[in-house]
Every structure is written in C-alpha cells, then in structure tokens.
C-alpha cells in the first residue's frame, strides 16, 4: 500500500461522457492500487460543451485554448498539481495551453502511443471527430515512437463524427451505431492495421476488445491510467 499522499489531479474536461469515464477510471481504479477507499484527490472543472463546439467549428484552436486555459487557472487556484483534458479534439490546441499554462499536462497521445508501443503494435488505425482524425495530433506522437496511422476513407469519418457528435455526447448508444464502427474497424483491420485506437473519449463506451475486431487503446482509460501513475509515483 502507498502511504504518501497523490498529488492532486486537475481535469480539464471538454464533454460529460467522455470526462465521466476518465473521472471514475481514476477513482476506481485509484481505490485498487492504493487500497481501502483511497484515490488521489481529483477536481474537475468542465465550461459549457457549446463554447468548445462553436470554436471547433470555427476551426478557432486559439479560443479552444483560451477556454482551457480558463479551467486550469482555476484548477491551479484549488491545489491541483497537474492536469488532462479527456478529449482527443481539444488537443488540437494544448500547444498553445501549453505555453501560458500554470500546471504540467499529460497528453491523451502519449498515453495511447506508449501502450502501443509496451503491446508491441506497429500499424494503428485511427477512429474519432473528423477534426481529431484530420489532425497531426496523433500522426506526431506515434510518428516519435516509430508508430504508422492509418485514418479511414472520408465517408467513414463523416458518419463516425456524426455518430459522436449527434448521439455518444449526448449519452445517447445505439446498437446500429456499434456496428457501423465494427465495419470501420475491419476495414482498417483489412488495410494492415493491428490495433485501433478509439481516439474520441467516448467511443470506448460503445467499442472495446469484446465487440471489436482489433485489439483497441482505450484513450480515455489510457490517460486516467497514466495520471494515476503520475500522481502516484
């Protein structure tokens, strides 16, 4: 059992679903590692989902920041000592959070790319929004540690947008919506790929190794897991 005390993690979450996951997979599997009842204390600060959404169709990365940065100086000022955001998308702009930020972030890209490479996969097929999966958010992190991404055809990350953005945000699951992302993934499994990273934080509520052709890196486990770590440590 770890007997100092975890520092105190800050969450910087962007939708409810996806923050929900990685909240309790810190408080959940925090409890298992150091016993009893104990976590590391966690806050969490989450602005309305609509101011993200308006600047993300904007394609405005500079006001994504500026709504992060508003969360971490307010995380900062409650004691937490570093910070996540639980969100693929919004990762488009931590560099520029990065650079004015008062608190360390750990990024959702490192997590998944070092369980890639631990798993020993080489050839990753790329699912969330079409802004994260038409980004170089994860082809630059993979790219470090020798990983290849495979992104799918247009049409598929339209209807893979659509399915995040007009139902799993909203916590809304449908079985058809499961399947179509099974198809997606045999699609990427049939163009070489041996894992499959479900990139958007809410995808693993509806796709994970039981239903699901690849073996999957979870992203939103992944960085819940790698702050317990750092918190831990």
């Known amino acids: 059992m770890v007997t100092s005390r975890p520092q105190h993690i800050g969450i910087v979450a962007v939708s409810a679903e996806g923050a929900a996951l990685c909240y309790r997979t810190v408080c959940v599997e925090g409890a298992r590692r150091l016993g009893g009842y104990r976590h590391p204390e966690v806050t969490v600060h989450t602005a309305p989902l609509q ?31 570093f910070l996540i955001c639980p969100d693929n998308t919004a990762h488009q702009a931590l560099p520029d959070v990065e650079r004015e930020s008062p608190l360390p972030w750990l990024h959702i890209a490192d997590a998944v790319a070092e369980e890639a490479s631990v798993r020993g996969f080489r050839r990753l ?31 598929e990350r339209a209807e893979v947008h659509r399915i995040i953005m007009d139902e799993l945000v909203h916590g809304v699951f449908h079985p058809e919506s499961a399947a179509y992302l099974q198809r997606v993934i045999e699609g990427l499994q049939a163009r070489g790929c041996d894992a499959v990273v479900l990139g958007c934080t809410e995808l693993p509520l509806i796709i994970d190794d039981g239903n699901s052709r690849l073996p999957t890196l979870d992203s939103t486990r992944l960085l819940a897991r790698a702050a317990l770590r750092r918190a831990i440590g």
């Open 51 to 81: 101011d993200y959404i308006e600047r993300m169709e904007q394609g405005d990365w500079r006001s994504v920041a500026a709504i992060m940065l508003d969360g971490a100086h307010k995380l900062a000022k409650v004691g937490a000592r």
């Open 125 to 155: 097929g790329l699912t969330g929004t079409a802004w994260l999966v038409d980004s170089d958010v994860y082809p630059q992190r993979l790219a470090a540690r020798g990983l290849e991404v495979v992104r799918p055809s247009d049409a």
